[in-house]
């Protein structure tokens, strides 16, 4: 089955993610904290309390995606549209969370001002592209205008 437009809206199911004190210090080493970063690469050194990268939420706040209801489709063409992550506090050097995710434009209504929110979502299986790769963002645009009287 292609991709199915019909799954904007969907919600997924509730996924639970822990992690540890080890966890944070190898996400920390894994995008490259350094010796300047120490709270975040060490767990032992005196006067020096461990803490979490912020970043790290990204991460422990996957899942609970409904990718079943996605249909079938190469995620490398998929484009990531928006994400919110609110800290009220840092993150702990461990943890448990429970996240779901969700396909739609119910959150960017109430973050983005009423223009900025897409009317509609389209799915393409094939993306104009100029000789050197790149996606020719001229055709996409003519296709969208093509049936108004007037196009900006």
Not at 68 to 95: R, S, V, W
Not at 126 to 146: H, Q, V
């Amino acid at each position: 089955m292609p991709v199915n437009p019909d799954a904007v809206g969907e919600k997924g199911t509730p996924t639970k993610r822990s992690w540890k004190s080890k966890d944070a210090l190898l996400y920390a080493l894994g995008v490259g904290a350094g010796v300047d970063e120490l709270a975040f690469t060490t767990e032992n050194t005196k006067d020096t309390p461990q803490r979490v990268l912020p970043t790290m939420a990204v991460v422990i706040g996957m899942g609970g995606v409904p990718f079943d209801k996605i249909g079938t489709f190469n995620p490398a063409m998929l484009l990531h549209g928006a994400q919110k992550i609110e800290f009220f506090d840092e993150i702990p050097c461990e943890g448990e969370i429970e996240t779901t995710g969700h396909i739609g434009r119910d959150e960017l209504r109430k973050l983005l001002a009423r223009y900025k929110v897409p009317r509609r979502v389209e799915f393409a299986t094939d993306l104009p592209r100029e000789d050197t790769g790149k996606i020719y963002k001229r055709k996409l645009r003519d296709a969208y205008w093509k049936d108004l009287e007037t196009n900006i």
